[in-house]
């Protein structure tokens, strides 16, 4: 069965003090707002409305968290980027997600979602330095890979990956089309292996 398939909606916050204190392991999923994070998510999922899919950049304002079973959840960070709110909003966005990323102690690693015409903009760099220091994996999608031929597409792959290179021996990367359905199985294989930790004994606890 698919790995994401048993994903369901769980519950929405907008502090760190709401975070599910149960939980054992969390993926999170960040991205620049209209890079593909929900459409991913869903394509995951194999699901048409899991993660909301919006026009409009921005739209997920909060921390929503999608369960997948045994107390491992799947964590759809606010979009970052061009959203058209006050910048008391913007900042608080830039808190929840700073403090969730370098203080999470069930976070296993962030799947890092990046349009493959528009890579590592100076708000994706933002995201690596953030999460850099916790020393966990990131995975990159390179989403909307469809929309370049396959020699671009392969030096947009190859240049993310020199650059990931760079920065973190944990840091991988791959192309992804939600509209063809490709990369599914890279995903899957890589993220379901980040969950893996989650021993007996931990879900035996209370």
């Excluded at 994706?124 to 953030?130: A, I, N, T």
């Excluded at 089309?177 to 021993?199: A, D, M, T």
Aim: charged share 20%.
């Amino acid at each position: 069965m698919n790995f994401f398939q048993p994903a369901a909606f769980y519950t929405t916050v907008n502090h760190l003090c709401d975070l599910p204190a149960e939980s054992l392991a969390e993926v999170a999923f960040a991205g620049r707002s209209n890079a593909g994070k929900s459409s991913a998510i869903n394509t995951l999922a194999n699901k048409t409305r899991l993660a909301f899919v919006s026009k409009t950049p921005g739209r997920t304002q909060h921390i929503n968290y999608f369960s997948l079973g045994e107390r491992r959840y799947l964590v759809d960070l606010p979009g970052y980027g061009f959203a058209k709110v006050p910048n008391a909003v913007k900042d608080h966005w830039r808190g929840l997600l700073g403090d969730y990323l370098a203080l999470r102690p069930q976070l296993r690693g962030l799947v890092l979602i990046m349009d493959a015409r528009h890579p590592l903009t100076q708000l994706d760099q933002v995201m690596l330095d953030w999460f850099l220091p916790t020393g966990k994996p990131v995975h990159c999608l390179l989403t909307k890979s469809d929309k370049l031929n396959r020699s671009d597409a392969a030096a947009t792959l190859r240049f993310v990956r020199q650059e990931f290179e760079k920065l973190s021996p944990v840091f991988t990367v791959q192309l992804f089309s939600s509209l063809k359905k490709q990369g599914k199985e890279e995903v899957e294989l890589i993220v379901s292996k980040w969950f893996e930790p989650v021993s007996q004994g931990e879900k035996n606890l209370d």
